[in-house]
């Protein structure tokens, strides 16, 4: 259903499933894990949902909480294998996903010294870049390498 290049743009709404909250930022990362599954983070309570496309069910997806895992002020996040890694704004939360993404599991948290405000993660080989969003006293925003975790 996801290809680059293909189809017409539509909006998919995210409502009842994920709750919307005036003035507050409902969804802060998407990971793509097949082209009809998707994986998204509520920043407010933490929550991680499976989304499956599908257009013959209702709404043309089906929203699933990812059971036994939860990452507050979650922002970007990146697939490495079963694992989500998530930018979780004092740094990098690691989640085990089973193989369908109906469970996880935060195995592992990075708190780098550098890391002021993370907002997105990106993974490029043994590394993992991580955007700082804090500017102090005039600073751009910076990008973070630090090594996959083990």
């Known amino acids: 259903l996801l290809a ?3 189809g017409t743009p539509t909006a998919l709404s995210l409502a009842p499933e994920i709750p919307f909250r ?18 998204v983070a509520n920043p407010n309570d933490g929550t991680l949902y499976r989304i499956d496309l ?3 069910a209702a709404n043309g997806r089906t929203i699933t909480p990812i059971a036994g895992a939860t990452v507050r002020q979650s922002y970007g996040m990146v697939l490495d294998g079963h694992r989500l890694v998530v930018a979780d704004f004092h740094g990098l939360s690691i ?3 089973s193989d ?3 469970r996880g599991t935060v195995v592992g948290q990075s708190r780098e ?10 993974h490029a080989g043994d590394r993992y ?6 500017a102090e006293k005039g600073q751009s925003y910076t990008v973070v390498s630090v090594p996959v975790a083990g």
């Open 129 to 134: 870049l991580v955007v700082n969003s804090k």
């Open 22 to 39: 005036p003035g507050c930022a409902n969804v802060g990362g998407i990971a793509l894990m097949t082209d009809q599954r998707l994986l």
């Open 54 to 56: 599908d257009p013959a």
């Open 4 to 6: 680059a290049g293909s």
């Open 100 to 102: 369908d993404a109906s």
């Open 113 to 122: 010294p550098s890391f002021r405000e993370t907002r997105a993660v990106a």
């Open 95 to 97: 989640v085990e996903l």
